[in-house]
């Protein structure tokens, strides 16, 4: 597994102190109001919470996600929080690039070489469990989020919680 460093013992104290103030909100907010990377405010998650892999699984959690069906890919900035439900389609690498196209709204081309490591992250969200992965860049910003999708009742989709539960195990033994 990879490990954050922090550069300072006080971003790890401003880290901490920023998520016991909103344990369920945000990470992107928790981590600007403490003036720290999203990555570190991962790293102070309570043991468990966010469990990071590193980058070279990229392919395999590719490959394996492709088969949770609809999943919610999430790409936020400082502008806009985008939302697209779908399911992945295949990829494949050339011109540096991982290329996707398939059958689905979820489709383009990501700079996989940028992906650092990637964290699978089961916490609470505004009250309510929450299960995604994270692929983080270097500068411990999330490149994209992959999100388990609600059922009607807003209950995670247990099919997809096992294949995420079970891919976050097999890969961090």
């Not at 490990?3 to 945000?26: Q, Y």
């Amino acid at each position: 597994m990879t490990a954050v460093a922090f550069h300072t013992p006080e971003r790890r104290e401003r880290a901490v102190t920023a998520l016991n103030e909103k344990p369920d909100g945000i990470v992107e907010a928790i981590a600007a109001k403490a003036d720290v990377t999203p990555a570190e405010v991962l790293a102070v998650l309570p043991q468990g919470a966010a469990v990071t892999i590193p980058a070279a699984q990229f392919s395999a959690i590719w490959t394996d996600m492709m088969s949770w069906g609809e999943v919610l890919m999430i790409v936020q900035t400082g502008d806009i929080v985008l939302e697209v439900p779908g399911m992945l389609p295949e990829g494949s690498e050339g011109h540096g690039w991982f290329n996707i196209h398939g059958d689905s709204p979820i489709g383009g081309h990501i700079k996989k070489d940028n992906c650092h490591a990637i964290s699978f992250v089961d916490r609470a969200f505004h009250g309510r469990r929450s299960c995604s992965v994270w692929f983080m860049n270097a500068d411990g910003n999330a490149m994209f989020k992959i999100f388990v999708r609600r059922d009607e009742n807003k209950e995670l989709k247990a099919d997809q919680l096992s294949k995420f539960e079970t891919l976050r195990d097999t890969l961090s033994r």
